[in-house]
């Protein structure tokens, strides 16, 4: 059967997080709201709703006036077979000696590559993403300039392809991390899937906010794939955390946010290595002075 979505946007966080409320309480009720900043700098926050039946037009119409909120935008979703989908569209990937792939690809997997082994079900994080891609060759690099580091840490670590690839490189024990606790399930689950349960420990932690990151501090190498917002609010604490002439690779930025992150790190000690951009995207490699 089809399901709905319902899409608008308006401007400031309270605003924002005060419509998806209201919009939970509508009937029939959305099986789920999510609220989130629109990464371009305007300002606007996108808030919808997803729905087993259509939604109405009349308390949609209500809630944005409410609200000061452009119109709702309702779309019907055809029913589809996602994981199937994600499974034809998904073809494995390679950034330098890694290969990520689907069990639907275990036959394809190269004998001279660090295979990493992510489910489609669990698509974020699968290296497609440019984001992915740039911090995995960003590694790529990093290690074949002659970059060892014994003590990793994967902050907003999603699937955890990025502490597994360097795991896979090093052998020694990375940290993966994440502020979501079904993220940190799946990162568990991939790793044991890869054979590396005695390899990550997974935790569910806000930034560097965890009492085995910091008896585990500072670390050599930190991936931080994440959003252009909170990569600036961690900057301090990365710079704290981060071993001196020890990297960082940070992602999950659009090629126009870069340079404002960049600064920003520059400030708090950190001087350009590298910059890699795919697409839209760009991956940059920093080392502390």
């Not at 006036?65 to 309702?74: D, E, I, Q, T, Y």
């Not at 689907?102 to 669990?122: Q, R, T």
């Not at 840490?153 to 993966?176: E, H, K, N, R, Y």
Request: aromatic fraction near 6%.
């Amino acid at each position: 059967m089809p399901t709905y979505t319902a899409l608008t946007t308006l401007m400031g966080e309270p605003a924002a997080q005060a419509l998806g409320e209201a919009l939970e309480a509508l009937e029939p009720a959305p099986t789920g709201v999510g609220v989130f900043e629109v990464e371009d700098g305007s300002g606007l926050w996108e808030v919808g709703g997803y729905f087993m039946d259509q939604p109405s037009d009349v308390e949609l119409a209500l809630l944005t006036a409410l609200h000061g909120a452009k119109p709702f935008v309702v779309s019907e979703i055809p029913e589809t077979d996602w994981v199937a989908h994600v499974r034809r569209e998904l073809a494995p990937v390679e950034a330098g000696r890694f290969f990520v792939y689907g069990a639907h690809d275990a036959d394809k997997v190269p004998a001279d590559k660090v295979s990493l082994l992510i489910e489609a079900a669990m698509a974020f994080g699968t290296g497609h993403h440019g984001t992915t891609q740039g911090c995995l060759l960003s590694l790529e690099d990093y290690v074949s300039e002659g970059g060892h580091a014994r003590n990793v840490i994967d902050v907003g670590c999603g699937t955890a392809v990025l502490a597994m690839a360097a795991a896979a490189v090093w052998g020694d024990v990375v940290i993966a991390s994440d502020i979501d606790p079904v993220a940190v399930e799946v990162a568990e689950v991939n790793a044991q899937a890869n054979g590396m349960a005695d390899k990550i420990t997974c935790l569910e932690a806000i930034g560097f906010g965890h009492e085995v990151i910091a008896e585990k501090a500072p670390f050599d190498l930190v991936f931080a794939n994440i959003l252009k917002g909170p990569l600036i609010d961690l900057a301090p604490d990365m710079s704290a955390h981060c071993a001196k002439g020890g990297t960082i690779i940070l992602s999950g930025l659009l090629i126009e946010q870069a340079d404002e992150v960049q600064a920003v790190y520059e400030k708090n000690g950190f001087e350009l290595s590298q910059r890699r951009d795919i697409g839209e995207w760009t991956a940059l490699r920093m080392c502390k002075k």
